[in-house]
């Protein structure tokens, strides 16, 4: 049997230039040598020269060292075609569309969701009468989790960081008056069991009211990394089931719902739990192959999965790593689609991205800070070219974040946006060498972690046994060290702290129990409405379909049009699949 | 005498549905580096994280939140540690992102104390120290 090549093996073989032309002549680097030798031994301090490498210790930075000049020495074969090229051409380097931010500025796509399903229609209708053109939904705990507003575990839970969604019912207030056909929902739906869930309640809703599913534009998460690796959880289902079910709902809403983004590959909440920004993105590009070798696997034609393919990045500290960073990840998702996949069309090509700035890098001293934090991460990636945007509030790390401070954040987008003349044009640190040479790094250590991963057996292997949990958690430990350390430093904690200190009086939400008073009342009349024989015989078949084989949302959308709720769904994969362990050890 | 120089013993576990786990994977290698040990729980209901520090017989149980919820549920762990006879013996703290304001009200359903997301390993450790000597 053929051992199967690696990515890396792959592109080493495939991804060479048909035709290599340095930009450089070979007589005018000999000559920048000789002058880069003569500066760096004459002008450059002895101290300087000695530590002309350093490494910069930031939050979840990736800890590449950096030399003190950057020149064309530090890339002397550089290829402008074949490396950076045009924007909207390979290798997409520079952006995936020609005129970026001058034909459509980044989406400034702020979450929201706090509330009770009439509250959060209510609050998508005052964004939509505002400007919004589109809304992007934060679930609650439990619907994230897959409980029910009623079950015992839910206590203290719905409502507060998100909207509780528990039936189609819940959906039809959530969208009630909404066009639904016009605007686009990105609905949070994390975890490929809760969009199994959550997103066929949202097909229903279209149904009852005569709404062709071709029409709906939005997007769900539906990342198994998310599930069976980021989340704390009480139950988990073997990773193997996990992986399955997304490539399921991929498979299901690319057939039938063919304007919906079936798959966002969330690097940013595996980052923010604690990994470098070469690791949130090997972990994603990794996923991402290994869906669609299973898509292939399936039948289907790669073009028709992965132009609908999304990323969602964090950008931390580390200014020109994150600009960098968006840059790699492009140039190797292209490599990977045209040389791995052998796709053809040009937008299976583009890595599309979502990003919001970190969150684990504020602090909850002097929260006024964070503002300027966030502003910086906004501002690095859209030198990076991404797609859209949301930007943290400063007092994210006293709670969910009041009005003022999300209204904050959306005017750092519109600053930079309107104000700084950033996005008249396109990529435009390309062509310095220090960005250039730091490119070629990152798809470097990309790569070489997505090559790890593979030839450990691929990434549902590395999550099942452990590696991947693990590696994260000695990240988690490391850098708590380090600031504890002060070797991070961390302006206001750890570095400049204020003698008198003290912690401001922060606005914080406030968890209102009659919410979950009204869920459960609405859960108990469901029940005695609905048909619960109907229901039962619903759930029976989703649990002999993930026994069986065939795909789950053909069967929880059946459960869906009998009113099934999302806790009994939960229940019937957790008994299909059985309980998982997760293996993390500290 | 003996009990005092015995290894302090923490369970950490968190609410039903929390999603986060930074905080207590951090506050796990702090208090081993500490000397403590540490049985990681994670996600668990008020009766199986009472029944855990029951049978592992711990000294100390940590729960780390983000959510929110954690009055509701906080008084409802510790009247489960008080129905079963363990709210006196057990010292009980809580950390993560809560209201400020609810600091002295967690405090007076029974937690020892809480911390902050900025809180420092000093800080906690020290806590403990005293919490736990002050019951042993």
Sequence with gaps: MDVEKTTKEILKEKAVPEKHTPLYNPEALKGIEQEFDRWKNTVVREQDRENWGVTPHTILGSEIPRELLYTPLSNPEFDYIEESGFSGEKPFTRGIHPNMYRGRVFTMRQIFGAGSPEQVNQRIKFLLEHGATGTNWALDLATVQMFDSDEPEAQGQVATVGVPIDCVEDMEIICKDIPIDKVSASIITHYPRNTAIVFPMYLVLAERRGIPWDKLPGSVQNDFIMESLVRSASEYIPPKDDFRVQCDNIEFIRKNVPLWNYVTLNGYNLREWGTSGITEMAVAVANAIETLKDMIKRGHDVDWVAERLAFFWAPANDFFEEVSRLRAVRRLWYKIMRCRFEAKNPRSMWMRCHVQTSGISLTREEPMNNVVRAAYQALAAVLGGAQSLHVDSYDEAYSVPSEEASLLSLRTQQIIEAETAVTQVVDPLGGSFYVEALTNEIEKRILDEVDEIEKMGGIVEVVTNGWLHNKVTRAIQREQKMVADGDIKVVGRNYFRAPDLKMPDVWVHEYDESIREAMKAKLASLRMRRDNEKASNCLNALKEACKQGGNVMEYTLECARADCTEGEMRRAFVEAFGLWKTPIYV | ?136
């Design chain 2, 1 to 136: 005498m003996a009990d005092k120089e015995k290894k302090i013993k923490v369970l950490l576990a968190q609410f039903p549905l929390e999603t986060h786990s930074r905080g207590i994977i951090t506050v796990a290698g702090m208090l081993r580096d500490a000397g403590m040990e540490v049985v990681l729980m994670g996600n668990a209901r008020s009766e199986q994280i009472i029944e855990a520090a029951i049978q592992e017989s711990v000294d100390v149980v940590g729960i780390s939140t983000y959510c929110g919820g954690e009055l509701a549920l906080g008084s409802e762990l510790l009247n489960v540690a008080k129905e079963k006879g363990i709210k006196d013996q057990v010292v009980f703290l809580l950390g993560g992102i809560f209201p400020p304001k609810d600091a002295p009200k967690l405090q007076e359903i029974g937690f020892a104390a809480t911390f902050p997301p900025s809180a420092t390993k000093e800080e906690i450790v020290s806590r403990i120290d005293s919490a736990v000597a002050a019951k042993r």
